[in-house]
């Protein structure tokens, strides 16, 4: 069978940019390797799918190029997605810095980019496997349901992260298949776990969360952490992995907004134990928990000023070496993939074989963690989608 545009993946990214290139007139056929398109935009969100960010902009997103998803941000954005969800009628609220979710399920996201596919003819293929890919004039790709013929084939296979949705590495398999480069690629927004020692001192505290400004090299994240049985996770935790490398301290201020020593010096000649006082800004049990890791357990009176300056400055810059991260089976993206000195910045076209694109989470472009990665998918999708 032969069509315009091949798009290998049904997720948001190929499914977006399938129906971009429809728009204008080309023949479009997506293939799925699963029984349903849009699995990870299902389960995103708690199931409402966080589906944009207001404030999206280059500095939210790690790339080796960090100027090369300038272009396709700007070409479509924020603003132009939130009309689109408008057009079909979608309810969605901001839940907080900028994150934009449907007020009733991801499953709409989904049902908006079919109607988008349908509208514009484009061919879709359920349970579809791609078996090889060879370049003759266009493309040809032998799959499970026999063998497809295009002029331009685009990579929307995604990343490494949740492979029991079917992750896999096909879109970077390709890639190395026609000479392009693959960078290292990681778990990124994952958990991020802590050695047996760590753990079993802070075992009883899991489930607990405290407001904190979590930092390494430069790169800090001021949101909730949340303590679990593996170490450690919440908002704050899952940005900064994407920075983190292993080896690493995490440097974690706990009083992010107050200053440790003058609250701890107004109780320098009570009988409250430091306990007593953290209690009333964090969660009792972590104060608790946190205060007999530091210390010992005695009024704040028998501390001379040096111990209490030096808890203070423990509050402020708590430092944790996490042991790793709870892997792909937990990360929301994968850090790195498909070179993007490789790729045309507008057209995300491999700049040494024409007709090939890769788009999304396969490229080495990943966004925070607050829908900028479903930006993103839109982005890259949209300027494949007016080239392919």
């Known amino acids: 069978m032969k069509t315009d545009v091949l798009v290998i993946g049904g997720g948001a990214a190929g499914l977006f940019c399938a129906a971009t290139a429809a728009q204008r007139g080309r023949s479009v056929m997506v293939l799925e390797h699963a029984n349903q398109v849009g699995k990870k935009i299902l389960i995103s ?6 589906f944009t960010n ?7 997103y790690l790339s080796g190029n960090p100027n090369f998803h300038k272009s396709a ?3 479509y954005t924020p603003q132009d997605f939130i009309a689109l969800v408008k057009r079909h009628g979608i309810r969605f609220h901001e839940k907080k810095l900028g994150q934009l979710f449907c007020d009733e399920s991801a499953r709409q996201i989904v049902q908006l980019l079919l109607q988008e596919c349908s509208a514009a003819n484009v061919s879709l293929r359920l349970n579809c496997r791609v078996e090889s890919v060879a370049k003759d004039n266009g493309f040809i790709v032998l799959t499970n349901q026999g063998r497809f013929e295009c002029t ?41 776990t802590l050695s047996e020692q760590e753990r079993t001192r802070f075992s009883a505290l899991s489930g607990i969360s405290v407001d904190a400004l979590v930092s390494v090299r430069g790169h800090s994240f001021r949101e909730n952490v949340l303590l679990t049985h593996q170490g450690l996770s919440g908002p704050a935790i899952l940005q900064i992995s994407s920075y983190w490398q292993p080896g690493e301290s995490l440097t974690i201020d706990l009083l992010p907004e107050g200053d440790a020593w003058e609250l701890l010096r107004a109780e320098h000649t009570s009988a409250k134990e ?6 009333q800004h964090w969660p009792q049990r972590f104060a608790q928990a946190w205060a007999e890791v530091q210390s010992s357990a005695k009024p704040l009176r028998q501390y001379s000023e040096k111990e ?7 509050i402020h810059r ?18 790195g993939g498909v070179d993007t000195h490789e790729l045309s910045s507008q057209t995300m076209e491999a700049r040494r074989v024409p007709g090939l694109y890769f788009i999304g989470e396969v490229v080495d472009v990943t966004g925070w963690l607050g829908g900028y990665n479903f930006q993103w998918a839109w982005s890259s999708g949209f300027a494949a989608g007016q080239s392919a």
């Open 45 to 50: 969100g708690g199931g409402r799918c966080n």
């Open 308 to 314: 209490l300056r030096a808890v203070a400055e423990r």
């Open 54 to 60: 207001l404030h999206a902009s280059p500095e939210n």
């Open 73 to 75: 941000l700007a070409r």
């Open 318 to 335: 708590w430092r944790l070496t996490p042991d790793g991260t709870e892997g792909y089976r937990k990360a929301e993206v994968t850090v």
């Open 152 to 192: 331009s084939l685009v990579v929307a296979t995604g990343g490494l992260s949740i492979p029991k949705m079917g992750a896999t590495d096909l879109g970077y398999r390709l890639a190395r298949q026609f000479g392009l480069r693959v960078t290292q690629t990681r778990p990124a927004l994952v958990p991020l």
């Open 274 to 279: 430091l306990k007593t006082v953290l209690g």
